[in-house]
């Protein structure tokens, strides 16, 4: 299906349609099937080994599914991959530096490679800078970047060119309590009227930021709710260890 | 094919080239012993025209500097690149698979075919910068060559030796999206090119079509009608069609990355 510009407001931003993905004879992913609307601020939660990097590396068309079709503003992530990429976002679990480079090298780079106007660049690459809080280091190399800068640069990336849809495998992972909260102001600022979705194993992060959680086990999407609804009847933390099959009982006495 | 894609993945590879070591470590030895090569080859010939002129009274025209000193050395280039085009292109993808940027380079808007002839282009610009400088020994001899060599084979054989690194960069450029260890795709890709350097030795005891064959496949033998001064079609297509099957191959196992 190929809705092409102009999705109205009400259709769906993002699509999967029973998505697995099998490696061999191993099943990362069996039939997720959601969707997200413009607003949704999506909490990928699951325990490592569940499948949510795979799952987003499908969304991000770095992999393809082996059943169940993906639609990103009703282009599909296979056939029309190309529209795809240019609608998104994404930062992988490492963030993909360039270590020769300095930040501001690597941001024009980015610019240039994302299809950002030559004349809109300069302004584009110093805008990202402030928002992301990379100016004091933006003539340093990237191989002298530490953690939290590293991942502010790699969300810098991410956001460059303002997508519709912004995808994060663990943006949080190995930062201190100090840049985990400048992180999250960031992604927080960043989520008016766009689909976020990030992934994590970290629960307050979800409570924090997000307006909807998806829960992940064993390669299936076992919970899909949103926050408000879900934090209503349960905890959080109740409701995902429940998910994941452990004893809940006997955790929380 | 978006040039302003493209020419964004060639700028930011030419900047890691020559902000890194590497270009200036890989061309510095490649023109390090070409220049060895060609002290070599002129030496010889310098001494072998004197112990013929002692020997006896009349000149021997047969001695000249194309085919003693720079056909030979043209052919010996070959070999060298063998050696030095997969140190190139080791890293081309190896790395960029190792520190994670390749997953950024796939979930971006520029397409795998400007990623390919983007890195190539970048790396064929350093070679041809190589390859342009290790042409200045030849050229040397005719100002002080007495009497110059005859130059349109010295200008088919410079083209010749190019048209033959193109297609060896190609080649190993397609060796390195394979592995993310670089060590891997340089040895890989430095065994396919000497491998395709040397198959043409069994010819001889082949006889018939399979020597045919096994010369028509070789770079050595298609690049030396172009140091011979004998210019083909068929030599062109040779080469081009070895840059075209490694761009192809290349693609093509970046593009099977998503379906793994």
Known sequence: MSAGDGVEKDLPVVEMSGVGKRFGAFAAVKGVTFSAQRGDIIGLLGINGAGKTTTLRMLATYLIPTSGSICISGFDTVKEGEEVRRRIGYLPETPPLYDEMTVLEYLAFVASAREIKKTERKDAVESILERCGLVEVRHRLCRHLSRGYRQRAGLAQAIIHAPEVIILDEPTGGLDPQQVIQIRRLILSLAHDRVLILSTHILPEVTMVCNRVLIMHAGSLVLDQGLAQLTDEQSLEKAFLRCIGTDVEAVSA | ?260
């Open chain 2, 1 to 260: 094919m978006r040039l302003g894609s493209l020419w964004a993945i060639t700028r930011r590879e030419l900047f890691a080239l020559f902000v890194t070591p590497i270009a200036y470590f890989v061309m510095g030895t490649y023109l390090f012993l070409s220049a060895f090569f060609f002290f070599n080859y002129y030496s010889n010939f310098h001494r072998a025209l004197y112990e013929n002129a002692a020997l006896s009274k009349t000149p021997n025209i047969t001695m000249n500097l194309n085919d003693w000193v720079i056909e030979v050395y043209f052919h010996s280039l070959v070999l060298l690149l063998v050696f030095v085009v997969p140190l190139l292109t080791m890293r081309a993808f190896s790395e960029e698979r190792k520190r994670g940027t390749l997953e950024l380079l796939m979930t971006i808007p520029v397409t795998v075919r400007e990623l390919v002839l983007g890195k190539f282009l970048a790396l064929l610009i350093l070679l041809l910068l190589m390859c342009l400088l290790s042409f200045f020994y030849p050229l040397m001899l005719f100002f002080w060559g007495a009497p110059a060599p005859e130059w349109a084979p010295v200008l088919s054989g410079a083209v010749g030796v190019f048209l033959c690194a193109a297609a060896f960069l190609s080649l190993a450029l397609a060796m390195s999206t394979f592995s993310e260890n670089q060590v891997v795709s340089g040895i890989s890709s430095m065994a396919l090119l000497l491998l395709l350097y040397v198959i043409f030795w069994p010819a001889q005891s082949l006889g018939g079509y399979g020597e045919e064959l096994l010369m028509a496949v070789s770079p050595v033998w298609q690049v030396s009608g172009w140091i011979d001064g004998v210019v083909g079609l068929s030599s062109s297509f040779y080469f081009i069609s070895l840059i075209a099957l490694g761009l192809f191959s290349a693609v093509q196992i970046l593009e099977m990355q998503r379906w793994r």
